[in-house]
């Protein structure tokens, strides 16, 4: 059939669908390229996150960005897309390439 068809359909739906994105838990354990570990806690409303990275806890507020979530803390950014998270002070990584060490639940990624 051709797209003429469908495509009044998709406008009065209101979204499209496209790739899955990673359904983030509240809490993800990473571990990194270097082989170190960090420990991600996210506020149930989304709006802060806690880092934790060799025993330190780092309080960060969620920021806008093209990640799928940005936090931050004056000069330190914690980014997290999918199942990956990447940390970042006064631009130094303190954590890069970082991996959850479980499989995340992913959903359809919708736009509207």
Do not use: N, W
Request: glycine share 8%.
């Amino acid at each position: 059939m051709r797209l003429a068809t469908f495509l009044p359909a998709l406008l009065l739906c209101g979204c499209v669908t496209g790739p899955e994105l990673a359904v983030l838990p509240g809490t993800i354990a990473y571990r990194c390229a270097d082989g170190r570990e960090m420990v991600v806690r996210r506020a149930p409303d989304g709006r802060e996150a806690i880092a934790t990275v060799d025993g330190t806890d780092i309080r960060l507020r969620r920021m806008d960005s093209a990640a799928q979530e940005k936090y931050v803390d004056g000069a330190t950014a914690l980014f997290l897309e999918g199942d990956g998270a990447m940390l970042e002070s006064q631009g130094r990584m303190i954590r890069a390439y970082c991996r959850s060490t479980v499989p995340l639940p992913v959903a359809p990624r919708s736009h509207y």
